[in-house]
Nanobody
Framework: QVQLVESGGGLVQAGGSLRLSCVAS????????MGWFRQAPGKEREFVAA????????GYADSVKGRFSISRDNAKNAVYLQMNSLKPEDTAVYYC????????????????????WGQGTQVTVSS
């Protein structure tokens, strides 16, 4: 049974930082491209960041470029999202997702292409 478990969310003031973690189980983690998405109240889920299964290739939404950084540790079955210079508009539930791929270079930014999702972790940024 595949599980993705996010942690690290919370309440932070604008300008602060948080580091989200997502630990996967029940899959061969190194075979999966990983991504982070978020959903704010009343809005659709949107892409935040993604990382290839190896090679360290990454992609970011324009709204978070230069502030957020995605990384992974295949030995720990984990993917991380370092969020700096947080803004109130970053408030959302953040989800990690996994997509199996044979392409070591694939950076997947489309939510419908992902195979598995975590339950999400709430991030609230106060002004």
């Amino acid at each position: 049974q595949v599980q993705l478990v996010e942690s690290g969310g919370g309440l932070v003031q604008a300008g602060g930082s948080l580091r989200l973690s997502c630990v996967a189980s029940g899959l061969t983690f190194s075979s999966y491209a990983m991504g982070w998405f978020r959903q704010a109240p009343g809005k659709e889920r949107e892409f935040v960041a993604a990382i290839s299964r190896s090679r360290g290739l990454t992609g970011y939404a324009d709204s978070v470029k230069g502030r957020f950084s995605i990384s992974r540790d295949n030995a720990k079955n984990a993917v991380y999202l370092q969020m700096n210079s947080l803004k109130p508009e970053d408030t959302a539930v953040y989800y990690c997702a996994a997509r199996i791929t044979a392409n070591s270079f694939a950076v997947v930014t489309t939510s419908s292409l992902y195979d598995y999702w975590g339950q999400g972790t709430q991030v609230t940024v106060s002004s």
